[in-house]
């Protein structure tokens, strides 16, 4: 069935690429080419992955100057976009590089704790169950961002991430979202007050990527229009 001519990045920030020959295979996936180049062809390729099957996100990388999980890529559907066979696979971008393939996701993980994005309840848990009405507004906003299983896919996809290093970014700010949402939570102003700063849900410019990107289809950008929103309500009351 042929070769694919694949170009990895080697190195950390500073490196190049190296190119492989791998075999053509049905039902190819992107991770399935990088796994044949460190078991076949050169075992000191680094990579990340555990699920296989899209559900952790840890094999994402920056494919074709794309970044997706590789996991759930097809190689026959990139040959399509791209018209032809040959291949480039980076580390995700606005991360720094530990080495190869593997992006340190430190940074971005610090930002969900700047965000405030831990659940805080409002009391001591009780004996029961919390009852949250499932057709409730703020129910329903919480659960359109709910899935984000943090790959950081959205976060290399962003635009203002790369020329603005302190940009929270749009899964810190999604999980925000949701937060504020849940009415079990007790830290709303502490973390709205954490998220309306220059670097936080003002500094998106609308532009999509994160949305267009986002592996589980969610709509990052949407949830930081709703942090705006409820910054300037909490802002004209006097409570920011």
Same mark, same amino acid.
């Given at each position: 069935?042929? &070769?694919?001519?694949?170009?990895? +990045?080697?190195?950390?920030?500073? $490196?190049?690429?190296?190119?492989?020959? #791998?075999?053509?295979?049905?039902? @190819? &996936?992107?991770?399935?080419?990088?796994?044949?180049? @460190?078991? &076949?062809?050169?075992?000191?390729?680094?990579?990340?992955?555990? !699920?296989?099957?899209?559900?952790? $996100?840890?094999?994402?990388?920056? #494919?074709? $100057?794309?970044?997706?999980?590789? !996991?759930? &890529?097809?190689?026959?559907?990139?040959?399509?976009?791209?018209?032809?066979?040959?291949?480039?696979?980076?580390?995700?971008?606005?991360?720094?590089?530990?080495?190869?393939?593997?992006?340190?996701?430190?940074?971005?993980?610090?930002? +969900?704790?700047?965000?405030?994005?831990?659940?805080?309840?409002?009391?001591?848990?009780?004996?029961?169950?919390?009852?949250?009405?499932?057709?409730?507004?703020?129910? #329903?906003?919480?659960?359109?961002?709910?899935?984000?299983?943090?790959?950081?896919?959205?976060?290399?996809?962003?635009? #203002?991430?790369? +020329?603005?290093?302190?940009?929270?970014?749009?899964?810190?700010?999604?999980?925000? +979202?949701?937060?504020?949402?849940?009415?079990?939570?007790?830290?709303?102003?502490?973390?709205?007050?954490?998220?309306?700063?220059?670097?936080?849900?003002?500094?998106?410019?609308? @532009? @999509?990527?994160?949305?267009?990107?986002?592996?589980?289809?969610?709509?990052?950008?949407?949830?930081?229009? $709703?942090?705006?929103?409820?910054?300037?309500?909490?802002?004209?009351?006097?409570?920011?």
């Amino acid at each position: 069935m042929g &070769t694919i001519e694949v170009r990895v +990045w080697r190195g950390a920030a500073e $490196g190049k690429y190296q190119s492989f020959a #791998v075999p053509r295979r049905a039902n @190819q &996936t992107v991770l399935d080419l990088v796994t044949y180049i @460190q078991r &076949t062809l050169d075992p000191t390729l680094a990579y990340r992955f555990a !699920c296989r099957v899209g559900m952790c $996100g840890s094999c994402a990388m920056t #494919v074709n $100057g794309k970044p997706r999980w590789t !996991c759930r &890529t097809h190689v026959a559907r990139l040959a399509l976009e791209s018209g032809g066979d040959a291949m480039t696979i980076e580390p995700l971008k606005n991360l720094p590089v530990v080495k190869d393939l593997v992006a340190d996701l430190a940074p971005f993980f610090d930002k +969900w704790a700047k965000a405030e994005g831990s659940f805080k309840p409002t009391a001591e848990p009780g004996s029961d169950f919390a009852v949250v009405a499932p057709a409730s507004a703020a129910r #329903v906003a919480a659960d359109a961002g709910i899935e984000c299983i943090g790959c950081a896919v959205c976060y290399s996809a962003c635009d #203002v991430a790369a +020329w603005n290093p302190d940009y929270l970014g749009p899964a810190a700010l999604n999980r925000a +979202w949701t937060l504020q949402n849940d009415v079990r939570d007790g830290h709303h102003a502490a973390r709205l007050a954490a998220v309306a700063g220059d670097a936080g849900c003002h500094a998106c410019h609308t @532009q @999509q990527s994160c949305r267009a990107h986002c592996p589980k289809g969610l709509n990052p950008s949407a949830a930081i229009a $709703g942090l705006k929103r409820a910054a300037l309500g909490a802002l004209l009351k006097g409570e920011l």
